[in-house]
């Protein structure tokens, strides 16, 4: 059986911006229960909050915008957390994507809308 490594708080990380450039406080939306260091989320447009990053959509989430940073549990509301959202390089075997990014073209269109915010996966 194999499994796939899980990045621990922040282990994704390969660099940033000097300061806290690279770096944002946000809401995870609730709902979602745990959601783990390393996943791919976007911005919901209607709320400002954010969510695990679907393949397709149309609430805004679908949109790859940044990289959580700190495991959450969202299942008893929103949650504050803090993103990787410009400036950084990324490592992606510990990246985490929602369920239905399940194959290598969907991903692939994640990385480039990660890209296009300033965060690179290597």
Known sequence: MSEKMRARDWSFL???ASGNRSRES????SG???VLA???IGEVTATEKFKPSPATGSDGSQVAKAILG???D???GDVDAVIVRRDAEVKKDLIVFDDSVNDDTKRAAKFEQL???GVIVR
């Open 14 to 16: 390969l660099s940033e």
């Open 26 to 29: 946000i809401t995870m939306a």
């Open 32 to 34: 979602n229960s745990v």
């Open 38 to 40: 390393g996943t791919v």
């Open 70 to 72: 700190q495991t959450v």
């Open 74 to 76: 969202t299942s008893g």
């Open 115 to 117: 890209a296009a915010s």
